[in-house]
């Protein structure tokens, strides 16, 4: 069974850029949460897909999108940077959407820095 | 709006003695609580999970506790190890409109001394 794998690892852009970031869902999983972990905060949830569907979304503008395949992979996609976007970005996948008591398995998550 | 907190940054504890993490939660309709741990450079792991309809679970040396009341829950770690030493994130659970979501408190660090 393989776990959450996220991609790249680190990555520095400038502010204004747009970034893409990668998850590969746990074997078996059909649902993926992206989450935003600032320095000393705990992670703050930004969306979530379903089946390819967005499933509920956190307090974050619209430059924040993602998407999910059909493989139930997915990738968080951010445009027109700001430096407040620095921040760890975790991907946490589960099975089953609609079922709260899914445990949520994460990623080792993806360093953004924004300069 | 901080709907889950972790009032204390950290955490000092002999090795074989009792880890006590402390979480309170704002939200009454929050029904389902987890425990997740990370070290350095790691994803968060997690560790154990506690429904609303209950007030304990136990899992080998972890237990969690749950009183709905006070709006607080506690991890016990019993006994401590070294390799417990990480950054401990309570979550909680439970939307009316279907995002099931976690919120997650600030985090505890925990240190294990040996």
């Known amino acids: 069974e393989t776990g959450v794998t996220q991609s790249p690892t680190h990555l520095i852009k400038t502010r204004g850029q747009q970034v893409t970031l990668r998850c590969s869902s746990q074997?078996?999983?059909?649902?993926v949460s992206w989450y935003q972990q600032a320095l000393g905060q705990g992670p703050q949830f930004i969306f979530q897909y379903y089946r390819e569907e967005e499933n509920g979304r956190g307090n974050f503008p619209p430059r924040f999108s993602g998407l999910q395949f059909p493989n139930y992979s997915s990738e968080l996609n951010v445009n027109a940077l700001e430096l407040d976007d620095s921040a760890l970005y975790l991907c946490a996948s589960s099975f089953g959407g609609t079922v709260a008591k899914n445990i949520q398995y994460f990623g080792a998550g993806t360093r953004l820095s924004v300069l | 709006d901080q709907q889950v907190k972790q009032n204390s940054p950290s955490l000092s504890v002999q090795e074989g003695r009792i880890s006590i993490l402390n979480c309170d939660y704002t939200n009454s309709m929050f029904d389902y609580f987890l425990w997740y741990k990370k070290y350095p450079a790691e994803g968060p792991t997690f560790l154990i999970s506690?429904?609303?309809?209950?007030d304990k679970n136990e899992d080998g040396r972890f237990t969690v506790f749950l009183n709905k009341s006070a709006k607080h829950l506690s991890l016990h770690i019993v006994p401590s190890q070294p390799g417990d030493s990480a950054v401990y994130f309570c979550a909680a659970s439970g939307d009316p409109s279907g995002t099931y979501k976690y919120i997650f408190g600030t985090g505890t660090r925990l240190k294990v001394l040996a």
């Open positions: 506690i429904s609303s309809i209950k």
């Open positions: 074997s078996g999983h059909n649902t």
